[in-house]
């Protein structure tokens, strides 16, 4: 008889937002996690296979890791999430992705969890049920899902405050990286611009990292009606950071719905600071995004030498 129950977690969408809630729970509950690789090729070549053509690039990968999960672990975790209170809905794709993956790989035993405040579904209430779901004493269960919490809010803290002190970097342009953490951390998607960046000298700033209650609040600043969560935490670092960057690269995957409408949103409305829109497609050539990335820092630096001429003159 086998020791653990192995849990597969694709290591996309969500996963880079509760990672350590995720593995701490399950690692305390004596299972066994299973991550799947950074996303290369074929994973990216399964996904778009498993999905329908109208699906975002980010969706797609999610499929691709899933498949690679299959036969490796008794079950995968796919959360379903809907909204954390009134106006803190998320993309519709979270709360569709269970069904979405449960009718396309039939063969697969998922576990998840449900949460939807405005229906009482609570992510503690779906932890203690996974629990149960796995025949683990509540006790431990309530342990583990409390153990996780905490080391995601100090990974939380700690990468706000590496953050923090890194805006104060002189000699240096600093550029804020606007874009969901699956988008931002994905080998295929955000990895190359950052990497580029960082090639040429620059420091990314993360949206992502700052504090997130903070920048919901300050996403009011830029429009008081959005109501996707996750979009609002990002836009808000936008004020936040102001100050201390000198230029803004938002990055999204085609074709997302929310973000193609609040990344424009922002164009229009931020004004002072120079902007790219970078929209990651499966076609995506690293040359031409290499490209652009050099002519967007061409025009910082340019604004920057004629700022200090003036300044001078």
Not at 200 to 215: F, N, S
Request: hydrophobic content about 40%.
């Amino acid at each position: 008889m086998k020791d653990k129950i192995t849990i597969g977690i694709p290591r996309a969408f969500l996963y880079f937002k509760y990672q350590y809630l995720w593995q701490t729970f399950f690692t305390e509950l004596n299972c066994q996690v299973i991550l799947s690789p950074e996303t290369n090729k074929k994973i990216l070549k399964d996904g778009i296979d498993s999905s329908i053509d109208e699906s975002c690039l980010s969706a797609k990968i999610y499929m691709g890791h899933l498949a690679y999960l299959r036969g490796k672990a008794d079950f995968i975790l796919v959360p379903r999430i809907v909204g954390f209170g009134r106006k803190e809905e998320v993309c519709t794709k979270f709360n569709a992705l269970y069904d979405i993956v449960k009718n396309t790989f039939k063969e697969v035993n998922l576990l998840s969890y449900n949460v939807d405040m405005a229906n009482q579904e609570s992510e503690f209430k779906g932890f203690m049920k996974m629990g149960r779901e796995l025949g683990k004493n509540p006790v431990l269960v309530l342990r583990a899902y409390l153990k996780g919490k905490r080391l995601q809010k100090q990974k939380e803290l700690l990468l706000a405050e590496k953050q923090e002190s890194l805006i104060l970097v002189k000699d240096k342009l600093k550029i804020l990286i606007i874009a969901h953490d699956y988008n931002t951390y994905d080998k295929v998607v955000g990895y190359p611009v950052v990497k580029h960046l960082e090639s040429l000298g620059i420091v990314p700033v993360y949206a992502d990292a700052a504090d997130k209650k903070q920048t919901a609040l300050k996403s009011r600043l830029i429009s008081d009606t959005l109501y996707w969560i996750f979009n609002k935490e990002l836009i808000g670092a936008i004020d936040h950071y102001q100050k201390n960057i000198d230029g803004i690269i938002f990055i999204s995957t085609f074709p997302c719905g929310p973000d193609s409408l609040v990344n424009e949103l922002c164009l229009r409305k931020i004004k002072g600071v120079p902007m790219a829109n970078i929209i990651v497609d499966e076609l995506q050539g690293e040359a031409g995004l290499q490209t652009r990335i050099e002519s967007f820092v061409d025009i910082i630096m340019e604004r920057k030498k004629t700022g200090r001429e003036a300044q001078i003159g």
